[in-house]
């Protein structure tokens, strides 16, 4: 790794981080504050969630105790909001860290210093996942901490651990989505809209499937399929296949990344 | 000793041409020009010498390494001058050197004050504020500043005003007096002849020629206009060294291939009004020798 890089990097990505810091934690904490005032209303909100649409309440992945379980709660809009939120953030930032010199053609500045194509991503791997940590680490505390706060009788931790480590897989897994998406060759281009779509596209995918059988084989193609948030479920827990395949998967799109990395003509 | 030596270096992007069969070879020492009309394939050499784009076939060598494989080896002995300056946005000059310089354990700091100083370089500017040719001034002193063994330009002196492009000449000669091998590729024959003591002549992907300036310059080439006191004929004309003649009345224009001293013996003959004499472009060149 270069470190010189890695600190470049990491201030040219600051203000980026910044942004989606405040916001993913704002939602975060704002959010599950709320939940206080729609705890008192419990029984009430519960009577309308169950005279609510069964298709609309499985396609937002809502639980029907969710103002009156506080994980419930939780996992309902973590599993939307706050996923699209980091999804984001980790897809453009990961398809932009390296294309971003292409583009930007300082690519050519760069690799005419003496460094090697493998030691560029390394170097840029780790601010990737520098920022990513943090942001993740720091969602999942201020998570913790709120939950504790807004909640009167002991919560499952188990159960947010489980959901912590989904929410994880699934905002690499995007990620990594991004870092591989950028290896496709485009000159000059923007790709900020795609990703975005790549990742709402995803979760309304899975919504949908959910609402009706028709639709059922839409959930193949999201990556929101395969975590599940639904902490009603019985023995709601984690699946180590699950956790295995997405590792796997998340690992082999980097690998991909190194390869045609090392092997491809640069354009700037 | 060999610096570069490519073997029939060739780049095809997909089914269209970039070069073919470039063999060069660049002597330490060097002031080695790389010329060749726009588009005829001096960027892509140059960016497969530097691993940027690889080729598609034929292997190519610099300090006897080779560039696919030890490619960041060699960049340890490396200066680039890129033709287009791209840097990173909100970075001040002096930020940009020193990151430039943390990949270089030999940066000599006296000597970067002092390129920057010949170059009148405001360091404390940022680089998107700076003009064309103030970022090719950067691109110098970031390109000098660790002493490279090897100095690789594309097309270095477009930009620069005419007093820093003799200082420019002025900081490269002094250069290479130190050790360093120049590799220069422009398409303006004046700038390779003022300073290249060797070079190659490539077109539409392929080297025409492999020769010293002293030989280019012995088979040199003029055009020449005049202004008779009379009308010209063409039998005065009728000579092997005289082509492309063109006549109207009092007015003459010609190329001239001989010795500087035959065309003033030619001229001193006849009556002349006025006289210019100018350098031949690549092209009438080109047109000339290798046609």
Same mark, same amino acid.
Request: proline share 3%; glycine share 6%; aromatic share 10%.
């Given at each position: 790794m270069n470190k010189a890089l890695y600190i470049l990097e990491l201030?040219r990505n600051?203000?980026?981080?910044?942004?989606?810091?405040?916001?993913?934690?704002?939602?975060?904490?704002?959010?599950?504050?709320?939940?206080?005032?729609?705890?008192?209303?419990?029984?009430?909100?519960?009577?309308?969630?169950?005279?609510?649409?069964?298709?609309?309440?499985?396609?937002?992945?809502?639980?029907?105790?969710?103002?009156?379980?506080?994980?419930?709660?939780?996992?309902?809009?973590?599993?939307?909001?706050?996923?699209?939120?980091?999804?984001?953030?980790?897809?453009?930032m990961g398809?932009?860290i390296l294309s971003?010199e292409?583009?930007?053609?300082?690519s050519?500045?760069l690799l005419?210093r003496p460094i090697s194509r493998t030691e560029v991503i390394n170097s840029k791997l780790a601010a990737y996942f520098t920022l990513l940590s943090? #942001?993740?680490?720091?969602?999942?505390? =201020?998570?913790? #901490?709120?939950?504790?706060?807004?909640?009167?009788?002991?919560?499952?931790?188990?159960?947010?651990?489980?959901?912590?480590?989904?929410?994880?897989? #699934?905002?690499?897994?995007?990620g990594a989505?991004?870092w591989?998406?950028s290896l496709?060759?485009?000159?000059?281009?923007?790709?900020?809209?795609?990703?975005?779509?790549?990742?709402?596209?995803?979760?309304?995918?899975?919504?949908?499937?959910?609402?009706?059988?028709?639709?059922?084989?839409?959930?193949?193609?999201?990556?929101?399929?395969?975590? =599940?948030?639904?902490?009603?479920?019985?023995?709601?827990?984690?699946?180590?296949?699950?956790?295995?395949?997405?590792?796997?998967?998340i690992a082999?799109l980097h690998v991909l990344v190194y390869v045609s990395y090392n092997r491809?003509?640069?354009?700037? | 000793?060999?610096?570069?030596?490519?073997?029939?270096?060739?780049?095809?992007?997909?089914?269209?041409?970039?070069?073919?069969?470039?063999?060069?070879?660049?002597?330490?020492?060097?002031?080695?020009?790389?010329?060749?009309?726009?588009?005829?394939?001096?960027?892509?050499?140059?960016?497969?010498?530097?691993?940027?784009?690889?080729?598609?076939?034929?292997? %190519?060598?610099?300090?006897?390494?080779?560039?696919?494989?030890?490619s960041a080896?060699?960049?340890?002995?490396?200066?680039?001058?890129?033709?287009?300056?791209?840097?990173?946005?909100?970075?001040?000059?002096?930020? @940009?050197?020193?990151?430039?310089?943390t990949f270089?354990?030999?940066?000599?700091?006296?000597?970067?004050?002092? !390129?920057?100083?010949?170059?009148?370089?405001?360091?404390?500017?940022?680089?998107?504020?700076?003009?064309?040719?103030?970022?090719?001034?950067?691109?110098?002193?970031?390109?000098?500043?660790?002493?490279?063994?090897?100095?690789?330009?594309?097309?270095? +002196? %477009?930009? @620069?005003?005419? !007093?820093?492009?003799?200082?420019?000449?002025?900081?490269?000669?002094?250069?290479?007096?130190?050790?360093?091998? !120049?590799?220069?590729?422009?398409?303006?024959?004046?700038?390779?002849?003022?300073?290249?003591?060797?070079?190659?002549?490539?077109?539409?992907?392929?080297?025409?020629?492999?020769?010293?300036?002293?030989?280019?310059?012995?088979?040199?080439?003029?055009?020449?206009? @005049?202004?008779?006191?009379?009308?010209?004929?063409?039998?005065?004309?009728?000579?092997?060294?005289? %082509?492309?003649?063109?006549?109207?009345?009092?007015?003459?224009?010609?190329?001239?291939?001989?010795?500087?001293?035959?065309?003033?013996?030619?001229?001193?003959?006849?009556?002349?009004?006025?006289? +210019?004499?100018?350098?031949?472009?690549?092209?009438?060149?080109?047109?000339?020798?290798?046609?």
């Open positions: 201030k600051l203000k980026s981080f910044l942004i989606w810091g405040s916001v993913v934690l704002f939602i975060t904490v704002f959010i599950l504050l709320l939940f206080l005032s729609f705890a008192d209303m419990g029984e009430s909100m519960q009577v309308m969630m169950e005279g609510m649409p069964e298709g609309m309440v499985k396609g937002f992945g809502m639980n029907v105790d969710i103002y009156t379980n506080v994980l419930a709660y939780y996992s309902t809009y973590f599993g939307l909001h706050i996923m699209i939120l980091t999804g984001i953030f980790a897809i453009t398809a932009n971003k292409e583009r930007e053609k300082t050519e500045f005419t943090i #942001l993740i680490v720091l969602q999942t505390l =201020s998570g913790y #901490l709120t939950i504790d706060y807004v909640s009167e009788a002991p919560f499952d931790n188990g159960i947010f651990i489980t959901l912590s480590i989904y929410g994880t897989l #699934l905002t690499l897994l995007h989505l991004g591989a998406l496709i060759p485009k000159r000059g281009k923007a790709i900020t809209g795609p990703l975005i779509g790549v990742v709402v596209g995803g979760f309304v995918c899975s919504a949908i499937s959910k609402i009706s059988e028709d639709s059922e084989f839409l959930r193949w193609i999201s990556p929101f399929s395969y975590v =599940s948030f639904d902490v009603s479920l019985p023995n709601y827990s984690l699946d180590p296949v699950t956790v295995i395949v997405f590792l796997a998967i082999a491809r003509d640069l354009d700037g | 000793m060999d610096i570069i030596t490519t073997e029939k270096l060739t780049k095809f992007y997909g089914s269209e041409r970039g070069i073919e069969g470039v063999s060069i070879n660049v002597k330490q020492g060097d002031i080695f020009g790389f010329i060749g009309p726009n588009g005829a394939g001096k960027s892509t050499t140059i960016r497969t010498l530097l691993n940027l784009i690889f080729p598609s076939s034929g292997t %190519s060598q610099i300090f006897g390494k080779d560039t696919v494989t030890e080896e060699i960049k340890k002995k490396i200066g680039y001058l890129p033709s287009e300056v791209n840097y990173y946005d909100n970075m001040s000059v002096e930020d @940009l050197l020193n990151f430039s310089a270089f354990p030999n940066t000599d700091n006296k000597y970067r004050k002092e !390129l920057c100083e010949r170059f009148a370089l405001d360091t404390t500017r940022e680089v998107n504020e700076l003009s064309l040719g103030n970022r090719k001034k950067v691109a110098i002193v970031q390109s000098l500043m660790h002493r490279p063994e090897l100095l690789i330009m594309d097309e270095p +002196t %477009s930009g @620069l005003d005419p !007093l820093m492009q003799t200082e420019f000449h002025q900081v490269l000669k002094e250069a290479n007096k130190d050790g360093t091998t !120049l590799f220069f590729s422009s398409h303006i024959l004046g700038d390779v002849q003022k300073i290249c003591n060797r070079v190659s002549i490539i077109r539409n992907g392929v080297i025409e020629a492999n020769e010293d300036i002293d030989s280019l310059l012995a088979r040199q080439l003029k055009k020449v206009s @005049l202004v008779l006191n009379d009308d010209a004929k063409e039998e005065q004309f009728a000579k092997e060294e005289i %082509s492309k003649l063109n006549l109207l009345h009092q007015r003459v224009s010609f190329t001239y291939s001989d010795s500087p001293n035959e065309l003033l013996r030619f001229i001193a003959q006849l009556e002349v009004k006025d006289l +210019t004499i100018e350098e031949p472009t690549l092209e009438d060149i080109f047109m000339h020798y290798y046609e």
